[in-house]
């Protein structure tokens, strides 16, 4: 079971009530951190909003540093300290005397790297002063966000929270939350922001960063993990500090795979293959970590499981293609980007070739196929075996059918008589999991898709005549795919597009003919966003568009 959300939004802020004649307990320990560089003109809102705190100065202590300053922030800040400071549990000072730039630095809003290095090495000691002190928690608070409510510390601690944030009102779009984030971690659109932002809904919610205000508790399981700086050993993404801190929190929960501990005896396992003839898992040879949280969630559920290596989009080249005889399908556009067939997607179509080759050649009657990136439901094997029982049953003839995928029209589909649980699949996205029979595997071959390669999501639905743009279609005759989907679905993503661990090496990749190596981040397509809903328009019935209130 995943853990715990360690990044949540705090949206809604309700009263203490505490019942009478009862004393309040001790309230957590709290180190403020302040960080402080050119900030005279907002430093005594700022400052005067922390003493309104409504909150013991004994249970606070303050960690403050400035530096690089041409102002007069040095002399505001000592001028406080030396006000208010013995009020504190405990008081950090950390000057840095002498005014000076950055190397390369163009301006006081210019951001260099050793600027945002510098920065995570402040807040890093800081959060280090926190631990070896003893604090439950630590507040960052940007001089430049004015803490009008004097409940927000109150509130904050009361969540019993790892990571969580106030949101921040300002006056533009900006606010100190993402709802989305890229693979490459950059800042994502998504439908929930606004609605997030202008407080239509309220709530606390799990969301991908917070920064600029946020407390981390430090006696949570897990945040002994979180840092600043160094970034964490995998940390590809921008070099900042809010970002490195938003990986790191996502690192904390993910984690190795949970092990069961070797005093306790458990009933011993039995994989089987749940009556299918073979069990395929298509799975990146360089990409050993969803490999083995596959296989580990398998043999949890007691499926016998067979990986089959898939084939890498980044090892292919235009010789490659033209010895296995791919070619794209003349006219192909991605539906959401405009760009052509990229060479994640070739290797990803191949993959599943290759599979449908092996059912053929073994003559296997069904057989179950996963790829690598898969989120079991709850009691996943069970309500399968059930499902495939009750086709069983009704004597349904079937070729394939969807366990999970992204549902284009679901209101449009029709349930099958007799099969409370199964639906008539509509225009579907995904293949992460599906069930095949040697009936649908034939039918799949005999369409010769390599010489009118499209991506193997766009194939099928073409092959049951459900695709929406008819010229893709003509060029596959018959299209009588019999396809159907479990309703509801037993299958997700592990992530979507703007999670922070989200990849794709199918979206990341490059042109299907670019032999240069370079790969590029397709970011115009949304077919890995968690939200369903989608436009379809446009004279070719393909080309959709995301929902206004999905851009900011």
């Known amino acids: 079971m995943r853990s715990a959300p360690l990044l949540a939004l705090l949206l809604l802020m309700r009263p203490r009530l505490w019942a009478s004649g009862v004393a309040e307990p001790p309230l957590p320990s709290v180190v403020l951190a302040i960080l402080a560089r050119n900030a005279e003109h907002s430093l005594p809102h700022y400052l005067g909003a922390l003493e309104r705190l409504d909150y013991p100065r004994a249970r606070l202590a303050l960690w403050c540093a400035t530096d690089h300053n041409v102002d007069n922030t040095t002399a505001m800040l000592r001028e406080w300290l030396a006000a208010v400071g013995h009020h504190y549990a405990a008081v950090i000072w950390r000057p840095e005397g002498e005014p000076r730039s950055y190397p390369d630095e163009e ?136 970002i490195v801190f938003a990986y790191a929190c996502e690192a904390a929960v993910d984690g190795p795979p949970m092990q069961a501990s070797a005093h306790v005896s458990c009933p011993l396992k039995r994989p089987s293959k749940m009556g299918f003839d073979e069990v395929f898992v298509i799975s990146l040879a360089r990409r050993p970590g969803r490999r083995q949280r596959m296989l580990s969630s398998l043999w949890e559920m007691e499926i016998s499981g067979r990986v089959v290596d898939a084939v890498d989009g980044r090892m292919l080249n235009s010789s490659i293609l033209r010895s296995l005889g791919v070619d794209l399908l003349p006219g192909y556009q991605d539906p959401y980007s405009g760009r052509t067939l990229t060479k994640g997607e070739v290797g990803c179509f191949l993959s599943h070739y290759s599979i449908w080759e092996e059912v053929v050649a073994r003559g296997l009657a069904q057989v179950l196929v996963f790829e690598d990136d898969v989120r079991f439901e709850r009691n996943f094997r069970g309500r399968l075996e059930r499902l495939m029982e009750e086709v069983a049953e009704q004597k349904l003839q079937w070729d394939l059918i969807y366990l999970g995928r992204k549902q284009v029209n679901p209101e449009e589909e029709v349930a099958v008589e007799g099969l409370p649980g199964l639906v008539v699949a509509g225009y579907s996205y995904w293949t992460l999991a599906y069930t095949l029979s040697l009936a649908g595997a034939h039918k799949l071959l005999a369409s010769q898709p390599l010489r009118r390669m499209v991506p193997v999501d766009e194939f099928l639905p073409i092959m049951f005549d459900q695709h929406p743009n008819e010229q893709y279609k003509a060029h596959f005759w018959p299209r009588d795919l019999r396809a159907f989907s479990a309703r509801p679905l037993l299958a997700a993503p592990t992530h979507y597009a703007g999670d922070t661990d989200w990849l794709s090496d199918t979206e990341t990749s490059s042109p299907w003919d670019d032999d240069s190596g370079h790969l590029i981040s397709w970011t115009g397509s949304q077919k890995t966003l968690r939200d369903s809903r989608l436009d379809l328009a446009g004279s070719s019935g393909h080309s959709i568009h995301p929902h206004p209130r999905d851009e900011l």
Not at 133 to 161: H, K, P, S, V
Not at 228 to 237: E, G, I, K
């Open 107 to 242: 301006g006081p809003k210019h951001w260099t790297k050793e600027r945002h290095q510098f920065l995570m090495e402040l807040k890093q000691e800081a959060l280090t002063f926190a631990r070896d002190w003893g604090a439950d928690y630590i507040l960052f608070a940007d001089t430049d966000n004015i803490l009008t409510n004097n409940q927000t510390l109150r509130f904050l601690t009361e969540q019993g929270l790892p990571v969580v944030a106030p949101m921040l009102d300002s006056q533009t779009y900006y606010s100190n939350f993402w709802c989305g984030i890229t693979p490459q971690g950059y800042y994502r659109r998504t439908a929930d922001y606004f609605p997030t932002k202008n407080r239509q809904r309220r709530g606390c919610f799990r969301v991908p960063m917070v920064h600029s205000t946020f407390l981390v508790s430090l006696r949570v399981e897990g945040t002994a993990q979180l840092a600043f700086y160094p970034p964490h050993p995998n940390y590809t993404w921008p070099f900042d500090d809010i």
